[in-house]
Structure formats: C-alpha cells, structure tokens
C-alpha cells in the first residue's frame, strides 16, 4: 500500500484493539506531531510559495483531527496524558541528509513526511477493516483516506522541488530503510506506528 515494502504485521491489529485507549492517545500526538512538523517546514522555507499554501491546509486539516481524536477520548472518559517517543520515527529522521544542498535535504524531509503518512494510512485501514467498534471503524476510515492524500500531496510537493526520476529513486531508498525499521522493531499494539 503507497509504495510500502514490508506491511504491518497482522498481529498489530489484535493487539491494537486490546489497547484502543493506548493508539487513541498515541494517535492524538501523532496527529499534534503532524501539524508541528508541516508548521516547521512553511517555517524553514518561507520562500517556497506552493509548500507553504499546501502545508498550511495540511496544518488545518491535522490539527482537526487531533480535535477529533481528543473528542473520541473525551466519548471514552479519557484523558490525553503525557506524550510518547516514537522510536519509528527518530529512526525515520536519521536517514534525512543533513547536509549538502537545501534542495535534497527537502527532499527528504518531504519524503519522510509522506513515509509516515503512508504507515498511519496502512494501519488506520487494518483498524477501519479490524475492530470490533464500529464508530471506531467509520472513524479509522475516513483518517485511512485523509492520510493517502496526505501521503500523495508530500510526493507531488517533492516533485515541484526535484525532478520526478530523483524524488522516485529516493522515496524507494528510504521505503527499503523504512521496511527495515519496521522489521526491526517490536510490536507495539500501543502505538500508531
């Protein structure tokens, strides 16, 4: 599913679900974590008129469903609690180029964006297909949907920065990194990704 080369494993699902009030908040922050990241890029490359009008609705359309994942705690009795360190995606930002030209290092920034969106999309799909919470079905259904075209606008922005060959051969080098930090790591029925 968008270009991922290892899938989640089907156990995350079963897990996932015992621990539904644990992906809630987790995903709560993912979606805070999101928003913040489009907002540090419009930041780093003011210049750069058609990222900055495309992140900003990217922003907005996060930051309301970080509403929307606060409200499904709030339905439940919970509360957000403490943010977690999501070791899948420190491991996904060492492998940005750090130096070099601003362009690639875009690039990748982008890239990794799209990386992430791409996951969150495959797993809220095997919770949209998976739970036995049907409100929680409809719910992780339509977030699936929003993050594959948040996946697609994170490629289509790296095309407008680099040619398309390079933006491809890139998002496939850091695709076979990403299968292998999913291979890597263990199962976390608590966490998004």
Known sequence: MLGLKLPTDP???DIAQKNIEE???????CEQKAASSAISLIIQYPEKAKLVDTLTEIVAEEWSHF???LA??????LQLGHARRDVYVTELLKLERKGGDADWRLLDKLLVCAIIEARSCERFRLLSQEISDTELRKFYYELMVS????YTTFVDLAKEYRPAEEVRQRLNELLEAEAKIIADMSIRG????
Do not use: S
């Not at 499904?72 to 009795?77: Q, W």
């Not at 993050?147 to 948040?150: D, L, N, Q, S």
């Open 190 to 193: 608590d966490r998004v990704h």
């Open 72 to 77: 499904e705690l709030k339905k439940r009795g």
């Open 147 to 150: 993050e594959a075209g948040h």
């Open 67 to 69: 509403e929307r994942v």
């Open 11 to 13: 156990r995350w699902t």
């Open 23 to 29: 992906i809630l908040i987790d995903h709560a922050y």
